[in-house]
């Protein structure tokens, strides 16, 4: 790598004042511990996805920070396409969660590993606080058999956060968004993010476009990241919230339908209202009216659910009458 790589790192926050100074301390380290002669310039530009988030007031010792405002909650798609267009010439974007901390070498790891094996997508090994794997640093993409497993053989509780041979060799399926090196060549030719679902679609179909154009996509065990999630929507996740609990089966309905057809598309619907069943049934009292909310959906459309400000999270809002 030479000094005239340039790096743009793209933060969405909303409701991240609790976390994002953090996130910019570790990205500066990261950046810093690469040497001066193959440092690259960075740009940090900084999404306010909320009128709450005081993005503007974060400071940086490595990055030159642009701060934009999104103008309300338009998605993380839709706002990580904000940050590309300010920065459209840079060689690499690096896709990055408010809720995330690089350690000191993995910027140094990412950009090595993309340049030596001309990836067009490169992702860490997630990480929790205590330094141990977290999350699905790399995943099968969405398809009927693995929502079989998902939905029947119980797999969202015994999935792996990483695939062994991906681990092993590098060579991966998909990776996750929370922290993802683009190399900017590709991404400027797939258009940017995709926009169909506001979120959890992105990675999925930025790897499967990669993987369609004969591209790499490598996961670099030796970058490590530590990924609190939730920590960027007031703790909020798919198991806590119905609408980002929708949001993210829906995303996956819609992958399928576009890289696999309809048909496949309605396959993955009865496997996840099967799903929602067996849960309304067998699941805590407190949990089964997610579950029971989710099986009226997905019998009534399965499309992502609507977007205000954020997907929707009563169920009495939720599309009616729509067939994939």
């Not at 609790?18 to 996130?23: A, E, P």
């Not at 988030?53 to 396409?81: M, Q, T, W, Y």
């Not at 590993?113 to 999350?135: E, F, I, N, Y």
């Not at 506001?198 to 530590?226: N, S």
Request: charged fraction near 20%; aromatic fraction near 6%.
């Amino acid at each position: 790598m030479s000094d005239n790589i340039r790096l743009a790192v793209i933060v969405v926050c909303y409701h991240s004042d609790s976390v994002i100074q953090s996130c910019v301390d570790a990205l500066d380290d990261a950046v810093l511990a690469i040497s001066s002669v193959d440092r690259p310039r960075v740009d940090l530009v900084l999404i306010a996805n909320s009128a709450q988030d005081r993005a503007k007031e974060v400071n940086s010792r490595a990055c030159n920070v642009i701060s934009l405002d999104a103008g309300g909650n338009v998605g993380f798609s839709p706002a990580v396409n904000i940050g590309i267009q300010a920065t459209d010439d840079a060689d690499f974007f690096l896709l990055l969660n408010p809720d995330t901390q690089l350690t000191p070498n993995c910027l140094d790891v990412l950009l090595s590993v993309a340049k030596s094996r001309d990836a067009a997508l490169v992702g860490p090994l997630l990480m929790d606080s205590a330094g141990q794997p977290h999350g699905l640093s790399e995943r099968p993409f969405a398809s009927v058999r693995s929502e079989f497993a998902t939905q029947l053989l119980a797999g969202e509780w015994i999935r792996a956060p990483y695939g062994k041979h991906a681990y092993n060799v590098g060579d991966a399926r998909c990776l996750t968004g929370a922290c993802l090196l683009v190399e900017g060549d590709f991404l400027r030719a797939v258009g940017g993010l995709d926009t169909e679902v506001r979120m959890y679609l992105e990675d999925l179909l930025l790897c499967w476009e990669a993987h369609q154009r004969g591209r790499r996509v490598v996961l670099a065990p030796a970058a490590r990241c530590r990924h609190a999630v939730g920590g960027s929507a007031q703790g909020q996740n798919f198991s806590s919230s119905l609408g980002l609990h929708l949001t993210a089966l829906g995303a996956r309905i819609s992958f399928v339908r576009r890289t696999s057809g309809v048909y496949q598309a309605f396959l993955l619907r009865i496997l996840i209202g099967l799903g929602a069943a067996i849960r309304v049934v067998f699941a805590p009292r407190q949990q089964r009216k997610k579950h029971l909310a989710a099986l009226r959906w997905v019998l009534a459309s399965g499309r992502p659910p609507l977007w205000h400000e954020g997907p929707v999270l009563d169920e009495s809002t939720l599309p009616l009458g729509e067939t994939t």
